[in-house]
Every structure is written in structure tokens, then in C-alpha cells.
């Protein structure tokens, strides 16, 4: 079955210990993303990446890293997660195909 | 950088009425515009998307526009169901080369639609 994956799915952590988030796409998508959703801000671009070793910057960089070392992973990386971190994260994949993304199914993330 | 604004942040409507949502842009370079859905606790889903050399695109029951002169694009909804009720989100994006670049999304708009 095609899908992106992450783990973990919830994870309540304090701060300043770092994390990672896994994502992992199995339809050999060149391109993944990862967002923050929160209330009344809506999705905001933390990362991109358009191929292996290849990535930038969205609009919410600040306090994150990601690495794309193979296709089909792209983990999101938190040093020294605050609570301001505290969000609904999701990874996204997509085609080299006018960006019909397909989103994994959420980590919620709670940083005391 | 671009900017989404995405207007009404809610919107209530009777079961068959239509419904539109209205989102502007401010990079005019931008020229890939998707809408998504997601519905309560789950993943966004991408349900139309239109290209800047398009004006009007239509699935169904779901239509979008484009002007890109004005730099704004719409979502209808004709004939809504109770199961059209979620969040939608427009975005934008520049591609080049048939990728992705930076994608920029509205803050949402909750639908509701009422049997």
C-alpha cells in the first residue's frame, strides 16, 4: 500500500531533550516536506527537500533540522525542543509532478 | 516572501446550498494553487488543484478559479453534504521543473454544512 509513514504518532517529552521524528514514503516521491499545524495558523512549511542530500528552508526553520540522507526517509530532527514546539506536525511526499502532496498521519508532539 | 490570506475563517451553510471560499496571493511568480480537506483528526487531503495557465478547473461538485491579474483564487462547492463539513486550506506554490518549491498555505476555513 502507498503511504507515508511517521513515528511516533504522540509524544509528550520536556524541553531540551532532543527528538527525532521519523517520516518514510514508500512511492519513491523525490520530494518531502514537513508542517506544523496549529490553531488559527493553519499548515506552516518547516522544511523541504527535492532529492537526496538536497533540502531548504520553509517559513518555520527556527529550532529544527532535517537530513534526507535516502529517498524515502526524511526525519525532522528538534536539538533542544521548547514548549513553543508544541504542534501537530506532518510529513507530506510528492511526485516531481506539479506537488500532489500526500501527507502522513500526524505526530502530535507536547513539550513540557 | 508569499503571503495566503483565506477568507471566511468559518462558514455555515444549509445541506444543497453552495459554498465559497476565497484565498488571495502576493507573489506573482507563484503559479501552482492546491486546496485540501482535512476532516476532524485527520491528515490533509488534496481534493483539486489548478495551474496559473488554467482559469477554471471542475470536479464534480468541486470547482476552482483562478485570476491571476487579481492574484486570487476560489473554491466552490455546489449541492453540500454533511461529509463536505472539514477544514479546508488553500495554498500556493511556485514549481519549476515539476517540483515542488516552498508551499505556502491559507490558515483555513472551517465548513460546516447543516442537514
Known amino acids: 500500500e502507498a503511504q507515508v509513514t511517521q513515528n511516533p504518532r504522540y509524544l509528550i517529552t520536556v524541553t531540551g531533550k532532543k527528538l527525532t521524528v521519523t517520516c518514510s514514503q514508500n512511492?519513491?516521491?523525490?520530494?518531502m516536506s514537513w508542517y506544523r499545524q496549529d490553531p488559527g495558523l493553519g499548515l506552516r512549511q518547516i522544511y523541504y527537500?527535492?532529492?537526496?542530500?538536497?533540502?531548504d528552508k520553509g517559513d518555520v526553520p527556527e529550532g529544527y533540522k532535517v537530513s534526507r540522507k535516502e529517498k524515502r526517509n526524511f526525519p525532522l530532527i528538534l536539538e533542544s525542543p521548547s514548549p513553543n514546539q508544541t504542534s501537530l506536525y506532518f510529513c507530506?511526499?510528492?511526485?516531481?509532478?506539479?506537488?500532489?502532496?500526500?501527507f502522513g498521519p500526524g505526530t502530535r508532539l507536547t513539550v513540557l | 516572501g508569499e503571503n495566503v490570506e483565506q477568507h471566511p475563517s468559518t462558514l455555515s451553510v444549509q445541506e444543497g446550498d453552495s459554498a465559497v471560499i476565497k484565498c488571495t496571493y502576493s507573489?506573482?511568480?507563484?503559479?501552482?494553487f492546491p486546496w485540501y480537506k482535512q476532516e476532524l483528526g485527520k491528515r490533509p487531503q488534496l481534493i483539486i488543484d489548478?495551474?496559473?495557465?488554467?482559469g477554471e478547473k471542475k470536479d464534480q461538485r468541486i470547482a476552482v478559479t483562478l485570476n491571476k491579474t487579481a492574484k486570487h483564487f476560489s473554491l466552490h462547492i455546489t449541492e453540500t453534504q454533511p461529509e463536505d463539513s472539514a477544514v479546508y486550506f488553500c495554498?500556493?506554490?511556485?514549481?519549476?521543473?515539476?517540483?515542488?518549491?516552498?508551499?505556502?498555505f491559507g490558515k483555513g476555513t472551517l465548513l460546516t454544512v447543516n442537514p
Open positions: 527537500s527535492m532529492n537526496v542530500e538536497v533540502t
Open positions: 512511492m519513491n516521491h523525490e520530494y
Open positions: 507530506a511526499s510528492s511526485k516531481a509532478d506539479w506537488g500532489k502532496q500526500f
Open positions: 489548478i495551474r496559473s495557465n488554467v
Open positions: 507573489d506573482s511568480a507563484s503559479n501552482y
Open positions: 495554498a500556493a506554490s511556485i514549481v519549476s521543473g515539476g517540483s515542488n518549491y516552498k508551499l505556502t
